[in-house]
Every structure is written in C-alpha cells, then in structure tokens.
C-alpha cells in the first residue's frame, strides 16, 4: 500500500501473502467465542454510509467492529435519509463524517465513488460496492470460504455462473484469482450479462485459464467451486433484457447430481431463485457458511485498516490447518 491510509478500494491492491495473513487472523478471531472480548478496535468508531441497499455487508460489518470492541455509527438508507438526499455531493459527506470516525465503510451505486470519497478523507475507506464495479471485501471472503472449505486456494476449477456483467462480487472475485495458481475458471453467463473483455483478459494475462461457456451441465463434473450469482434487476436499463438474462441456470438438486462430491456451492446472496432452497440441506451448498465467514474475516480486515492487529499474529505458507 503506497498511502499511509489502508483504505480498501480494489482487490488489485491485494497479494498473496496478504490473504494468507489475513484468512489465518480471520481464522483465528473465529475459533473465539461470540462474549469473548477482542478488544482491538476498543474507542473507535466506524461509520456506515449506504446509498443501496444491503442486509449482509452492513450488518456484518457492524458485528464485526462490534465483537472487535469498537462502536458504529450509520445511514443505513443514505440515500434518502442523509444530505444526499439534499444534493450533497459523496465527497463532502465523507468529509464531515470522517470527523465523526475513525474507518468509512461506503456502498454507493456509482462505479468509482468510493475511492472518490477515499481520495478527500484521511480515515481508512473501504468500498463495500461501488454499482457494478467492485465489491472487494466480498470477494475476500469467498477465497476465505473456499480456503476453509477445502483447503487451498490453488489448482482449482471454479465456475463463476449468473450476471458477470453487473454483478460486482463475481467480478471483484475474478480478479482476486488472480493471485491464486494453476486456475481454471468457467464463465457461464446469458449473452446480455458476460463478463466483460478487460476482466477475461486480465485473468488471461495473470495466467489462469479461462474458458466462457454456456453449457453448465457439461463442466459441472469437473468443478471444485460453483459461484452463483443473482441478475442484478437494479443495474438494467430495460426490463426485456432482464428477463432475458433470468432462468438460464438454475442449481438445483438435478445439478448438484453432476457435481462432485466435494465440490462447494458459493452465493454471494440475495437469491431469488438461482438455487433451489431444496438444495440447501445439501452439505455442499456453502452459501450460508459463506455468508458467516463475513464477520470473522470483517474483523482481520478492520484490524488491518485500524493497524490494531496484535504483533504476534501473522505470516504462513498458505496451508491450512484441518
Ligand atoms: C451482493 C452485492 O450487493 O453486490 N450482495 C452482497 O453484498 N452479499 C450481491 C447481490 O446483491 O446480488
């Protein structure tokens, strides 16, 4: 990190042996009981802005300064209930509230307004979705789950499946594996929500292997990770193409017959119908276990940003402990 602020904008600004330091603090800050006292974000307050709606980031991340002993403030509908229902611009709203905080996590629907806001401010700003740009801390947590669920995050075939185009968690996670080795990524998507060509191709370049296809069944016995995603409703212009992007792949107890038995299915949640609830009591449906690891691997991130992470921590060979 160039800046002396840890704002987290982009999973570009993170490498390996980051991520391994941070799934073992995560791992670590998990095996404690939900009363035992953390302590290290003890008389700092973090403030919510959300300009979208959000059920699991922000109050994940509310949990987790929570446990860490920290306090929050928020705006939980920024939209219509801060100044900026009044016309006030995100940088100058950040402004003030950096005043009131000591961290800034922010979900707006504009791409790039985050690291605007993060550029004004001298807190530590973290991008909880900037419109269907980037969503880095969820893409942390799915590598997380995928380390805790198997074991590693290398040599794996994974297959990103939904809307890759307005999707910012299928995307940010796209470019986080890049950091990974020995990859196999499948793209599945309906034409009018592929991933875009700069994303595949810096996949490409970083040296994974990347193959768009449409045909779901046929891969799904060779996959270790399957990554659904929801049709981003709220970022299409035209009603017509959503529906045309909706129904084309489905997980449900069909498909997960054609699944390995160890593979894992990954959701960055909300579903609404991508995956058939039937699926649920399947051991390998994920997506709950997904959804929990937020606040364990929220609270080494706001360590990090606080730089409140105990000196003794830290530092691996990127294995995991089973
Ligand atoms: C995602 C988001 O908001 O980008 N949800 C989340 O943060 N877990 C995905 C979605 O809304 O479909």
Not at 9 to 20: I, K
Not at 32 to 40: I, M
């Amino acid at each position: 990190m160039r800046s002396t602020v840890n704002h987290v904008l982009s999973v570009a600004q993170f490498e390996r042996p980051f991520l391994f330091e941070l799934f073992r603090r995560a791992d670590e800050l998990a095996t404690l009981g939900a009363r035992e006292a953390v302590g290290t974000a003890k008389g700092a307050i973090m403030a919510t802005l959300f300009y979208e709606p959000s059920t699991r980031t922000r109050l994940s991340f509310e949990a987790a300064m929570t446990r860490l002993g920290g306090a929050v403030i928020s705006a939980e509908y920024a939209a219509a209930t801060s100044s900026a229902a009044k016309g006030e611009s995100i940088e100058d709203t950040a402004r003030v509230v950096a005043g009131y905080a000591d961290l800034l996590v922010i979900r707006h629907p504009e791409a790039g307004s985050v690291a605007r806001a993060a550029s004004v401010v001298d807190v530590p700003v973290i991008n909880a979705g900037d419109g269907a740009n980037e969503h880095p801390t969820q893409a942390l947590i799915d590598l997380y789950t995928i380390w805790r669920e198997l074991g590693r995050i290398d040599g794996l075939t994974i297959a990103l499946v939904g809307d890759l185009r307005y999707g910012r968690a299928a995307r940010s996670l796209a470019r986080l594996l890049t950091q990974t080795v020995d990859t196999t990524v499948f793209l599945v998507a309906p034409p009018v929500t592929r991933m875009a060509p700069d994303v595949v191709n810096e996949l490409r370049a970083a040296g994974l292997r990347v193959e768009e296809t449409d045909d779901l069944y046929a891969i799904a016995p060779t996959l270790d990770v399957l990554y659904q995603t929801r049709i981003q409703r709220e970022r299409f212009s035209d009603a017509e193409s959503y529906t045309q992007a909706c129904g084309h792949y489905v997980v449900n107890r069909e498909l997960m017959q054609h699944l390995p038995s160890e593979a894992i299915v990954l959701h960055p949640l909300p579903r609404v119908g991508e995956i058939d609830p039937a699926v649920d009591d399947d051991r390998r449906a994920a997506y709950f276990r997904q959804a929990r690891n937020g606040v364990a691997l929220r609270m080494a991130l706001i360590e990090w940003m606080l730089q409140r992470r105990p000196a003794e921590v830290v530092s691996s060979n990127g294995h995991h402990r089973r």
